[in-house]
C-alpha cells in the first residue's frame, strides 16, 4: 500500500519561512519522481516543484528563488523549503509521486497572513 504522508503546514506571517516534508512508502522511492503540487480556492492544482530521481529541479516561476525542493533517499522523504512566503502562496499543498503510476498525498494547508 502506497502511502505519501505530508506535515509541516500551518499559519506564517509574510515574509516567514516553512518546511514541508513528505515521507512516502510502498514505492521504490529513490528510482520516483517526488514533487509538490498546491490548490488555492476556486483555482485548479498547480505544480510548485518536482525532483527527478536524478535530482533535476523544476520550479514554477512564481516560487523560484523562494522554494526549494529535497530529497532524501535514504529516509524515502522529500521537502519543501519555502522562504519569503507570500499571501498568495496560501494553498493546499500536496506531496505527488511519479512512480509505475502517479499517487497524491493528503494535502497539508499553508496559510499565509498577518
Known amino acids: 500500500q502506497v502511502q505519501l504522508v505530508e506535515s509541516g503546514g500551518g499559519l506564517v506571517q509574510p515574509g516567514g519561512s516553512l518546511r514541508l516534508s513528505c515521507a512516502a512508502s510502498?514505492?521504490?522511492?529513490?528510482?520516483?519522481?517526488m514533487g509538490w503540487y498546491r490548490q488555492a480556492p476556486g483555482k485548479e492544482r498547480e505544480l510548485v516543484a518536482f525532483?527527478?530521481?536524478?535530482?533535476?529541479?523544476n520550479y514554477a516561476d512564481s516560487v523560484k528563488g523562494r522554494f526549494t525542493i529535497i530529497r532524501d533517499n535514504a529516509q524515502s522523504t522529500v521537502y519543501l523549503q519555502m522562504n519569503s512566503l507570500k499571501p498568495e502562496d496560501t494553498a493546499v499543498y500536496y506531496c505527488?509521486?511519479?512512480?509505475?503510476?502517479?499517487?497524491w498525498g493528503q494535502g497539508t494547508q499553508v496559510t499565509v497572513s498577518s
Open positions: 510502498g514505492i521504490i522511492f529513490s528510482l520516483s519522481g
Open positions: 525532483i527527478t530521481r536524478n535530482y533535476i529541479t
Open positions: 505527488n509521486a511519479l512512480s509505475s503510476r502517479t499517487y
